[in-house]
């Protein structure tokens, strides 16, 4: 009986051991299911945005070692809703390109301390515009009337963009990254919180505590949320802001960077930055 006794306790451990090198996905209410992950021949991608019209993902690759250094070595990738890529370099010429929106057939992205914008169906850059003051711009939102706004991490602020000039929107936050314009309100995500501009331009807070560096934010229906942290984790944030944990890939170091989500197939799009895939998962 002891020697059974040992090899039941000896397997429990085991299987113990090996469930922590696999990334952890929630059981619980809302999960993650995946579904495929992309070739490792990205270039340290940062940013993912789903356009439905023309069915396809484009990836932004910061490419080096720096992911804040204007080396010229950044661009924009595509990427099947397969998983397979269809250009590594789509539009190249870029510095350290981050998030990115859609509006009317352009492509912005925020690149560093510009927005630079691309014509959709022929892949040029068709304008750049040096944003005044920015220090490291990082995700992108784009409202309904075309009016884009932008995170500057290291500025600590918040830039709307419209009729080719910027100005800010939101100053002394902590380190803003994720940006979203939902129903005709705007998010932001900054150093672990999530938070909702009002009318006088305070913020409300709707959840915090997600270490790691939040990222990228996405709806998923009414008023719930994803939200990535960038070190590794993926959050479903509530209507009444509890939260929950749907992926864990810290111990793998895997990150997690600013996600895209098509709301048709309840498809989230990780960025793996580091890694250089892109892993696709249904939200369930």
């Not at 925020?110 to 630079?116: I, S, W």
Request: aromatic share 8%; proline share 4%; charged share 25%.
């Amino acid at each position: 009986m002891k020697h059974h006794l040992l090899l039941f306790l000896s397997l429990i451990a085991l299987a113990a051991c090996n469930s922590s090198k696999a990334p952890k996905v929630a059981d619980q209410e809302h999960q993650l299911v995946p579904k495929w992950e992309t070739d490792s021949l990205l270039k340290v991608p940062e940013s993912v945005l789903f356009d439905k019209a023309n069915q396809v993902l484009y990836v932004s690759n910061v490419d080096g070692t720096d992911p804040w250094a204007a080396d010229g070595k950044g661009s924009i990738g595509k990427v099947g809703l397969d998983g397979k890529i269809i250009a590594v370099d789509w539009v190249s010429g870029l510095d350290a390109p981050k998030g990115m929106g859609m509006y009317n057939g352009k492509l912005y992205v925020a690149d560093l301390t510009k927005l630079v914008i691309i014509d959709i169906p022929s892949g040029k850059i068709e304008k750049t515009f040096p944003i005044e003051g920015a220090e490291g711009l990082n995700d992108i939102s784009i409202d309904d009337k075309g009016i884009v706004y932008i995170s500057d991490t290291k500025g600590k602020k918040v830039y709307r963009f419209q009729n080719d000039r910027a100005e800010v929107l939101l100053k002394d936050l902590k380190g803003p990254n994720g940006v979203l314009m939902h129903d005709n309100s705007f998010y932001v995500l900054d150093d672990g919180g999530m938070y909702k501009m009002n009318a006088d331009s305070s913020l409300t807070k709707i959840a915090d505590g997600m270490e790691g560096g939040t990222d990228g934010i996405e709806n998923v229906q009414g008023n719930e949320f994803i939200v990535s942290a960038w070190e590794g984790a993926i959050w479903y944030i509530n209507a009444d802001g509890t939260k929950k944990v749907l992926l864990d890939t810290k111990a793998q170091k895997k990150n997690t960077a600013d996600i895209g989500y098509d709301p048709a197939t309840k498809t989230v799009y990780v960025p793996t930055f580091w890694k250089n895939t892109v892993v696709a998962y249904e939200v369930r």
